[in-house]
């Protein structure tokens, strides 16, 4: 349930709000509307039943949200979510980009990829040390080796990193070398994990699962929410019975998650397509469809890569991506061409 608060309505009205919501045994967060307070309620609102919300001094009027996620929901929080990454704005005006090899393989590797992220105007840095392989036999990743390998690129390049948290041991040790931590696609429905990645207090990114609804992965935001407002959602395909390509990228859901939801949304046209030749036309149309940035693989020498070498894109076809990302994106703004349609 949403409490709308009149325009007019005082601290002490709010204070007075939260206080009966809380006697009643549920949890109440105070937002910014547009034009007014509003008071989200969590938990099970039949305890409200007795109590006559709607007649307390301030209120408007009280809203049921229909969803089984709410902290999620754009009924709950109508303003688009703009998340602060020590100055980086994921979810403002300009696109967030995050670009780096599948995986952390070197420092020598993990140097030059850095190098070229950076000449193409990228934020942030990627790169896995914990890499979730379909086989166990594959290139597992170089794990806290890895982790600091990244934050020595952080020091040389001034780029944000992202990268993988695969276990609840490993989110002590990812929370201290990166700035937003990641949840890969085979985790979005590990729910022990979700919940403790919760607490780790710096921004999340979670990935659709391979075979997840948009409703199934607003929910699982939602466990992270409970004690982590700052969620990146990142679409990044899904399966569906085309085998040219590895996913389906589904770029409905940016309209879709811009509808249902206040969060920010990235599109990762790699794993999205598992085709280096394919990534360009989908960054320029994720943009173009409202998506507030993009993730990408570049590696220094795709032909070498330890993993997704196939959908890793060259120095030379980075940067011609980035030029006309940019170009799309300003365009865009300059023109104010909004696609987002919300109500
Ligand atoms: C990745 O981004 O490194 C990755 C493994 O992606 P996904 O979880 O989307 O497969
Ligand atoms: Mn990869």
Redesign the pocket.
Same mark, same amino acid.
């Given at each position: 349930m949403v409490i709308i608060m009149r325009p007019e309505a005082t601290l002490e009205n709010i204070v007075e709000v939260t206080r009966v919501v809380e006697a009643a045994g549920l949890q109440a967060k105070i937002m910014e509307g547009a034009q007014q307070k509003i008071i989200g309620v969590i938990g099970d609102k039949t305890k409200l039943v007795s109590v006559a919300i709607d007649a307390l001094p301030g209120v408007e009027n009280s809203v049921a949200i229909s969803k089984s996620y709410k902290l999620a929901s754009r009924e709950f929080h109508p303003q688009n979510t703009v998340i602060d990454v020590d100055g980086v704005k994921i979810g403002g005006d300009e696109p967030a980009i995050m670009a780096g090899p599948?995986a952390v393989e070197s420092r020598e590797q993990l140097f030059a990829a850095a190098d070229i992220v950076k000449a193409g105007g990228a934020q942030f840095l990627r790169g896995?040390a914990y890499k979730p392989r379909t086989s166990p036999y594959s290139f597992q990743g170089l794990e806290v080796e890895g982790l600091k390998i990244l934050a020595e690129a952080r020091e040389r390049t001034g780029l944000k990193i992202i990268t993988e948290v695969t276990t609840v041991e490993g989110i002590a040790p990812v929370a201290e070398y990166s700035d937003i931590l990641q949840i890969g696609a085979r985790n979005m429905q590990n729910f022990g994990l979700l919940k403790e990645v919760g607490k780790c207090g710096k921004p999340v990114m979670l990935k659709r699962g391979l075979a997840a609804t948009i409703d199934e992965w607003l929910n699982a935001a939602e466990y992270i929410m409970n004690d982590n407002p700052n969620v990146i959602l990142c679409e990044r395909g899904i399966r569906t019975y085309e085998t040219y390509t590895r996913n389906t990228l589904d770029l409905s859901a940016v309209a879709a998650v811009k509808h249902l939801s206040h969060l920010p949304i990235i599109v990762d046209p $790699?794993?999205g397509t598992g085709k280096w030749r394919m990534i360009k036309p989908m960054a320029f149309a994720a943009i173009a469809a409202g998506a507030d940035g993009l993730m990408m693989?570049v590696h220094p020498n795709p032909a070498k890569a330890l $993993?997704?070498g196939s959908?890793s894109l060259t120095q030379e076809h980075y940067l011609d991506l980035m030029n006309g990302v940019k170009k799309i994106a300003k365009f865009m703004k300059d023109e104010n061409l909004n696609p987002i349609v919300i109500d």
């Open positions: 599948c896995g $790699s794993h693989e $993993s997704d959908q």
